[in-house]
């Protein structure tokens, strides 16, 4: 039985780990962690945040994931939409899943991101 997503692959081109390293640990505000010694040499980066994981591994033939995505949940969205813009990260707004508030970004390299935070109902579904 699955009980969990342990972690979430993205792709980025060789040579870009220090930009991956300034978005993800600078900007999102995750935890560099060290590769395996044996995976290490491939090149790429890890990065957790909590149970979330993300392993940015090399690709040489790159293309960003312009559609497919992790989809990341935090808290406070606004103001955590607001350190990605003062850090230079691009912050788009979705409004059409019911119940979250919603935005996508970018990392450097291009690959799509998805945070969202669940929205507080009252009694009657109705939003807070």
């Known amino acids: 039985m699955i009980i969990a997503?342990?972690?979430v692959q993205l792709a980025a081109p060789p040579g870009s780990e220090d930009d991956l390293r300034a978005?993800?640990?600078?900007?999102?505000?995750?935890t560099e962690i060290p590769k395996p010694p044996a995976l290490a040499a491939r090149g790429?980066?890890?990065?957790?945040?909590?149970?979330a994981q993300l392993h940015l591994g090399i690709e040489e033939?790159?293309?960003?994931?312009?559609?497919?995505?992790?989809g990341l949940r935090v808290t406070?969205?606004?103001?955590?939409?607001?350190?990605?813009?003062e850090r230079g990260a691009p912050v788009t707004w979705d409004d059409k899943l019911p119940g979250c508030r919603r935005f996508?970004?970018?990392?450097p390299v291009g690959n799509r991101l998805e945070f969202l935070?669940?929205?507080?109902t009252d009694a009657s579904g109705r939003s807070e």
């Open 61 to 70: 033939d790159f293309r960003p994931a312009r559609k497919a995505h992790p």
């Open 104 to 107: 996508y970004s970018e990392d």
């Open 117 to 120: 935070e669940p929205v507080a």
């Open 23 to 30: 978005y993800y640990a600078d900007v999102l505000g995750m």
């Open 76 to 85: 406070d969205i606004e103001a955590y939409a607001a350190r990605l813009v």
């Open 5 to 7: 997503v342990d972690h």
């Open 44 to 51: 790429g980066c890890w990065f957790q945040a909590e149970a």
